[in-house]
Structures are given as structure tokens and as C-alpha cells.
DNA sequence: CTTTGTGCAAACACTTTGCAAGTCC
DNA sequence: GGACTTGCAAAGTGTTTGCACAAAG
């Protein structure tokens, strides 16, 4: 199983950690779940896939996953927080509080403002993954 | 009691709502909490001031200052909800992943973000505190 | 066969709710 | 008095932990 290019088993071997079938079936619930999902969501995919897998093994995979920089996680319109698959370039959303809608904001625009914050604050920024809250133009109208 | 020249009461009032003593208290506990707080915090100073002011009382309380535009609430640097007097001026931090010190961005800074950000997508941003995470020139070194 | 992971149950922490008594206007 | 608030207790939710058994290397 591989995805963005990194091979899963390898990295888990790397760190002396297993590569179970439940954690295969996580990350593919995950996956599945398309963009961010809540721990509430991937419990019920990864349920349908196995309807064993208990809440406790499901809360220390994805703790796995984050130390093994697989997963990472965002807050999310109100407050919860959000796994996701770490992608290679890092990604950014316009949120709307409105209806809940999303859109990927060019990174550029993004890089460009962590520079300024770099350039001014001698900062290293690091966020593979803001979320910016707002109000979208279909909404606005 | 009045902060950044907002007379709490009348906003009370206004909305039908009563400034008691816990509320009071309350408010002047988040104050005297600093920048942003945790509940944890508010209650433990809030209880210093009033030892028999109730967990449910403050939350309820939080709930009535959120709605009334005298407090809101923001993410700390692991998802925990933090709460905070609302300032005239939007204000941001930097937040530090590996101290946890804060630098306040420059409003304009933020602002010509926002700027792109309305200009490229026709978002109109609505956040009054953004949390940057990221290492500070000191940890870094 | 040693180490790590799983499922279950129990514990823990955080937040919300119902209600009788109290407070504010 | 009438509407809003409080404190207490209880219930919900979300998350973590201990432990015996199972699985992986």
C-alpha cells in the first residue's frame, strides 16, 4: 500500500513499528474519507471495513501515524480536530463559516506571507496545513 | 467596569442578559489571566475570587460573552480552546511549537494576506485572532 | 520467543443539561 | 412577580490507560 509515493511498511519498520492490518484498514478509511475527517468519521469507515476495531486501537494508530508523519492533524470550523494524509507539497483552505465549504488556496499565496512573517519576525514558520476562516463569494452574496 | 472602552453593562442589557457578580468575577479573572487562557485557568483564578463559583457557571457564562462579542475563542498550539477578551484591533501571534512563546504579527502583515486572499479568490476573511505556528529565531539557533 | 499491537473494560477529563433555589430589575 | 442565573448533581462525550491475549518480526 502506497501512497504519495511513501512506502508505508518501510517507514513503520523503520521506527520499529508494526504494520498491522488494522492500521492498513485505518489508513485506508482515512483515504477514504477524502480530505480532513474527524476521529468520528474514520471510526465508522474503519468499522465498516472492520467492524472490530476498537475506539482505543483506533486513537493510538493515528498517534502512530502523526509521530510517523503520515497523518497530521487541523482544527477544524469549531474547534475539532481533523486527521488527514500528509501530502508532499504542504496545502491550505479557505474555510467558509457560512456553509462550510472549502477551497485550496494556491501555496504560493500562502509562502508569500509566511516569507513576510520569516522576513520580519526572523520566525520559521511551520504549518503544512492552515485553515483560514472566512466567508466565501456564493455566501457573501 | 469597562475594558477597550466598552461599557459591559449596556451590552448586557442590550441583549437581555444580567451582569451578576459571577460574571464579573469571571470577566475580571480573564483579565487578569493575561493574553489567551484555557478554562482551566479561568476557573482556577476565577475560584480565587469566588470559591464557590461553579464549572457549569463558567462555561455557561464563556457562552453569554461569546455570544455578546466580549470574548472569543481561539486554538492553542495542541487544539485546546482558549479564550480571550476581545480587543478592538484584530491581533495575531506567532506561536512557538517548541517554547510556546508568542510575538504578536503586525496587523498589516496579516492584513495584506487577507488582502490576496480576497483578491485572488473573493473570500472575505473574518478572523480576528490567526494563530501561526512555527519556531522562533531563539529555539532555531 | 521477544516485542509490539489489539480488544475489552474501566478510568479520566471535558462539557452539557435539568432542576430547585436564588438573584436581578 | 417574572425572567434570568446559579450551584449542585447527573448525564453525555471524547480520550486515555491497564491488562491479558494475539499477532508480527
Known sequence: MTHNRINYLERFHNNGLRFTRQRQTILQAICEAGGHAPFREIYMLAKTLDARIDRSTLYRALAAFIRLDLVNSAEGIHGERLYEIVREEPHHHLVCRCCGSEI??????????????????D???H???LLVFGVCSHCST
Open 104 to 121: 485550496e488556496i494556491e501555496n504560493q499565496t500562502v509562502q508569500s506571507f509566511y516569507r513576510a512573517l520569516q522576513d520580519d519576525y
Open 123 to 125: 520566525y520559521h514558520v
Open 127 to 129: 504549518m503544512d496545513h
